[in-house]
């Protein structure tokens, strides 16, 4: 079946302006994770959703970062007022639940903030 | 607190060798999940190999391993009979209660021929 789809691959934008990611999970998985990964870095996390809601929201840098998952399958990661720091590889990951289910990831989005 | 540790930036390996990189972990969850993930140059993430803090055995998948030292708190990965196509970023994770999922800092394999 397909796998974690996110887009777009890479994107280029201007420090202030605002960006969107989007990820489209894995269908049936229940949980959705979001991580940046900087280059020569683990994943970092920044938000994990169970169905709808916002499970835990705790990586999140600052308030310029939020992210929804209005229908419980797709879900977008939205950063304003991007600043040159926000340039990296973020990673979006689903999984069925469960201690053994393991993170299925996408390919990522590249962002560079100029 | 929950954490990983990867002591291993580097690690090279002869062809056909087998390999151990490192990982250990801090928690006070007695269950919990540890996954080890590849991620070559193209930026994939790829799950390798699971085990769970209540198994008994070592888990094993095809040439990967997991040496589970639970009183010492390691995860360590065994690969065997190494690859040129194994070269990459190596990661070790742990899932909690709560369902995070935390990472190692990773360990680069280089695979020699």
């Known amino acids: 079946g397909a796998g974690v789809s996110q887009t777009p691959s890479n994107k280029v934008t201007e420090k202030g302006k605002y960006v969107e990611l989007r990820c489209d999970p894995i269908?049936?998985?229940?949980?959705l994770y979001w991580y940046r990964q900087s280059l020569g870095q683990g994943p970092e996390f920044l938000i994990y959703?169970?169905?709808?809601?916002?499970?835990?929201d705790s990586g999140l840098p600052n308030d310029r970062f939020f992210a929804v998952r209005p229908e419980g399958s797709v879900s977008t990661l939205k950063i304003q007022r991007t600043e040159r720091g926000d340039s990296a590889v973020y990673l979006c990951?689903?999984?069925?639940?469960?201690?053994?289910?393991?993170?299925?990831f996408g390919n990522g989005t590249r962002l560079t903030v100029t | 607190a929950q954490k990983i540790t990867q002591t291993q930036p580097g690690m090279f390996v002869q062809e056909k060798e087998a390999v151990t990189l490192d990982c250990t972990y801090d928690?006070?969850?007695?269950?919990?999940?540890l996954f080890w993930y590849k991620q070559p140059s193209s930026g994939e993430m790829i799950f390798l190999i699971y085990?769970?803090?209540?198994?008994?055995q070592n888990a094993t998948e095809g040439r990967y391993s997991l040496n589970f030292q639970k009183a010492r708190k390691s995860a360590n990965l065994v690969i065997s009979a190494s690859q040129l196509g194994d070269s990459a970023m190596y990661f070790c994770?742990?899932?909690?209660?709560?369902?995070?999922?935390?990472f190692g800092t990773g360990t680069s394999l280089t695979v020699i021929p």
């Open positions: 990951a689903s999984s069925l639940g469960g201690m053994g289910s393991p993170l299925h």
């Open positions: 269908s049936g998985h229940t949980a």
């Open positions: 959703f169970q169905g709808t809601g916002a499970a835990d």
């Open positions: 928690t006070s969850d007695p269950s919990y999940g």
């Open positions: 085990q769970g803090s209540y198994d008994q």
């Open positions: 994770a742990m899932r909690a209660t709560g369902n995070q999922f935390y």
